[in-house]
């Protein structure tokens, strides 16, 4: 081998192209089937309890959701966190956790109360999730709206 093909070879060593000839290629960030660290990512979202009967005064709060975990985990993880934040929930046989009270006031059916479930996402106006605390999935910076209303 002369020395300018160990020269050339050396070259091509350290330059990286063996790696990008070879066929591993780097999971896009929005691959949803992507590596495992994806699970580690958060999404962080703020919660705004908000009472339109009794007027408690509105309470903001952050914290996360794990990369496409649901948003009852973001709550347990207030809950965990949060001195002043506290939610019940009861288990529905069709559709899973159904949020019973928000910070000791309960939603009821002698008053006709509940906690609505309302999202405001950084591209929409403010949704209504067809679906509860267990099934909604919570996207980056959405400000979940838990709102003490009337049916
Ligand atoms: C009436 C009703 C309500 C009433 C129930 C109060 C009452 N005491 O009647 C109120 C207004 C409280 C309500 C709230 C919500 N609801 Co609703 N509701 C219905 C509706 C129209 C009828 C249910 C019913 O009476 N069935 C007959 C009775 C005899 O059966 P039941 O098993 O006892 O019914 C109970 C459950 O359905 C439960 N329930 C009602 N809604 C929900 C929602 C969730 C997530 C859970 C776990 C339980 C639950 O309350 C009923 C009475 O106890 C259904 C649609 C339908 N046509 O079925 C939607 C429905 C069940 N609701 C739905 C949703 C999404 C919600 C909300 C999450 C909306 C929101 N974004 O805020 C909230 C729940 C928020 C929370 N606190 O967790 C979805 C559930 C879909 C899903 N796969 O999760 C449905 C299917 C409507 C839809 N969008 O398609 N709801």
Redesign the pocket.
């Known amino acids: 081998m002369t020395t300018l093909s160990t020269a050339l070879l050396l070259l091509l060593l350290v330059s990286g192209i063996p790696a990008a000839m070879s066929h591993k290629a780097e999971a896009k960030p929005s691959d949803p089937c992507g590596p495992p660290w994806k699970d580690s990512d958060k999404t962080p979202i703020s919660v705004l309890v908000t009472d339109s009967i009794t007027h408690t005064p509105n309470k903001t709060y952050s914290t996360y959701v794990v990369y496409r975990g649901i948003l009852l985990g973001g709550l347990r993880r207030l809950q965990d966190s949060t001195k002043d934040f506290t939610f019940t929930?009861?288990?529905?046989?069709?559709?899973?956790?159904?949020?019973?009270s928000v910070n000791g006031l309960p939603?009821g059916?002698q008053n006709?109360t509940?906690?609505?479930?309302?999202?405001n996402t950084t591209k929409n106006p403010i949704i209504?999730?067809?679906?509860?605390?267990?099934?909604?999935i919570p996207n980056a910076n959405d400000q979940i709206i838990?709102?003490y209303t009337k049916?």
Request: glycine fraction near 12%.
């Open positions: 929930y009861t288990e529905d046989t069709n559709y899973g956790p159904f949020l019973q939603g059916k006709r509940y906690w609505e479930l309302l999202v209504r999730p067809d679906v509860g605390i267990g099934c909604y838990l709102k049916y």
